[in-house]
């Protein structure tokens, strides 16, 4: 597996999210490790369940101590119903049309939930939070991906969400880590203070902190503007070595049409155009923008 790897040679990816991903662009692993996140949910803090407070947006952690499916007929949906209790006490949790979580989550296991606190009949409970189960004995926050952590979202398609791509992700960026060759070189780094990319991958996806986020944005933002500096220089240079037919300037001529038009040319047209007949009298072709507004006279 490297950069260039088809995700068709992806394991765990199947030909309907192949399907998927081909339609966003993403055709390799470049592709998709380059599918940068927008923004980031905060769930670093764990909250305890007593200080949990209407509309807030938190991340517990608790066992389940009661987990069943119910079926409301009017709305012919499906709640998967919860009760998480950690050490300063407990609450509900509902998930909305989600019936396979009771194949996923048991009575007796621990999870870490990240949502929003609502406001029921029966009181305080967690609406469709996202859901991680963990160790027993410990939280491992480097083996979390969903919760406990700086969460990264993506821009997403129908059927392919941010929860599956980073479940992706992650086992990828592992096996990658001494496969990925930095094109930036050693001195540009040092002098402007960037990442390497193998850590800028890691801390875009899955940073350890917001500090390491930003600095794996303007690693990467660098490196586009780099890149694309180096392809304008090759094609400057390129150019200077082309010959071109030299178009002496006529300045009678010149004068006499300026004359015919029936305004006056500003002084920004004025030496736009010399500029450009200049260009023409040399030995190798022009390479100019003219830019101007809508209506400016370009």
């Not at 990240?114 to 083996?143: D, T």
């Not at 930036?184 to 890691?202: A, F, R």
């Not at 940073?207 to 890149?227: G, H, M, N, W």
Request: charged share 25%; glycine share 6%.
């Amino acid at each position: 597996m490297d950069l260039n790897t088809p995700i068709t040679k992806i394991p765990r990816v199947g030909l309907n999210y192949q399907k998927k991903l081909k339609k966003m662009g993403i055709a390799t692993i470049r592709d998709l490790l380059w599918h940068f996140p927008f923004r980031y949910d905060d769930f670093s803090n764990l909250t305890n369940i007593a200080d949990a407070k209407i509309g807030q947006n938190v991340c517990v952690e608790g066992k389940i101590i009661n987990i069943e499916i119910q079926r409301t007929w009017k709305r012919k949906m499906f709640l998967t119903n919860a009760l998480i209790q950690d050490q300063t006490g407990s609450i509900g949790v509902v998930w909305f049309n989600q019936p396979f979580l009771i194949n996923i989550l048991q009575k007796g296991d621990m999870v870490i939930l990240a949502g929003k606190i609502s406001q029921g009949p029966n009181g305080l409970y967690l609406s469709s939070p996202i859901h991680e189960k963990i160790s027993k004995n410990k939280i491992q926050k480097s083996n979390l991906i969903h919760t406990a952590r700086l969460v990264p979202v993506y821009p997403e398609t129908e059927g392919l969400s941010s929860r599956w791509l980073r479940f992706i992700l992650k086992p990828i960026l592992t096996a990658l880590e001494n496969k990925i060759i930095d094109p930036l070189p050693e001195n540009i780094k040092k002098k402007y203070e960037l990442l390497n990319l193998k850590d800028g991958l890691k801390q875009i996806h899955f940073p350890d902190s917001k500090k390491l986020a930003k600095k794996a944005q303007e690693r990467f933002c660098f490196e586009e503007l780099f890149i694309l500096s180096l392809i304008i220089l090759k094609e400057r240079l390129a150019l200077n070595l082309e010959k071109a037919i030299t178009i002496p300037i006529n300045i009678k001529a010149v004068q006499n049409f300026v004359k015919s038009l029936p305004y006056q040319l500003t002084n920004a047209q004025k030496k736009s155009a010399w500029r450009i007949l200049k260009d023409l009298e040399k030995h190798r072709p022009m390479n100019r923008l003219l830019e101007g507004d809508v209506g400016s006279g370009k």
